[in-house]
């Protein structure tokens, strides 16, 4: 193996370190009144969170932030058919995530999951999009229990997605930001659930 071949793989070894610490910072570690777990991402508003509904069941959580810091936060919003809700802390959260396009990825474009599997605090997962975008992707990676919620982002740390169900097989499904986008503005859809179970 030549210097220049294990020069490039440290490169890129170093990027995605770096890619996924970034996207980290923006996670939370979401707790439901109901004993539900899961991640969250700040959005790019003041105060607000998005994470999925099966994470939030009752109408209050608790969110740990970067540094550990908890606090409070309500539901304001929720879609179940889109699998979505949206969380209201008081005040702004620091560290509001890049909202990207989903309709730019294209088939095989590399994504990063970020979030809370098994308890493990801001777990990155490595992948890539397995068919074309829509208002649901489909994706080559493996996800597990409390990544629910997290942040899904392409190669320049834009949210592109919210990881939300696996289908089995090192297959996962995650909310578009497209769909993320039309819940902000009031609007809803359906998701197929036949076969599938929640992370």
């Known amino acids: 193996m030549t210097l220049e071949v294990i020069s490039g793989a440290a490169q890129i070894s170093d990027a995605l370190g770096e890619l996924a610490r970034e996207v980290a910072r923006g996670v939370v570690l979401v707790r439901g009144s109901m004993g539900s777990s899961g991640s969250g991402v700040i959005w790019d508003q003041p105060g607000l969170v998005i994470t999925n509904h099966h994470v939030v069941p009752g109408a209050l959580a608790e969110l740990t932030v970067a540094g550990g810091r908890r606090v409070r936060a309500r539901v304001v919003r929720r ?12 005040g702004s959260l620091a ?4 909202v990207g396009d989903s309709d730019r990825l294209r088939v095989g474009d590399l994504v990063v999951a970020v979030g809370n599997p098994m308890g493990e605090r801001n777990a990155p997962s490595l992948g890539i999009l397995a ?7 489909r994706l080559s990676i493996t996800l597990r229990p409390g990544n629910s919620g997290g ?12 990881p939300h169900m696996v289908t089995g097989n090192g297959l996962a499904l995650a909310v578009s930001t497209r769909s993320v986008g039309r819940f902000l503005n009031g609007a809803t859809g ?5 076969h599938l ?3």
């Open 79 to 90: 879609a179940p058919a889109l699998d979505l809700a949206a969380l209201e802390v008081e």
């Open 95 to 98: 560290n509001a995530a890049r």
């Open 131 to 137: 068919s074309a975008a829509d208002e649901v992707l």
């Open 151 to 162: 942040a899904l982002v392409n190669a320049r740390g834009e949210i592109v997605g919210i």
């Open 190 to 194: 359906e998701v197929e659930e036949d």
């Open 197 to 199: 179970r929640w992370i």
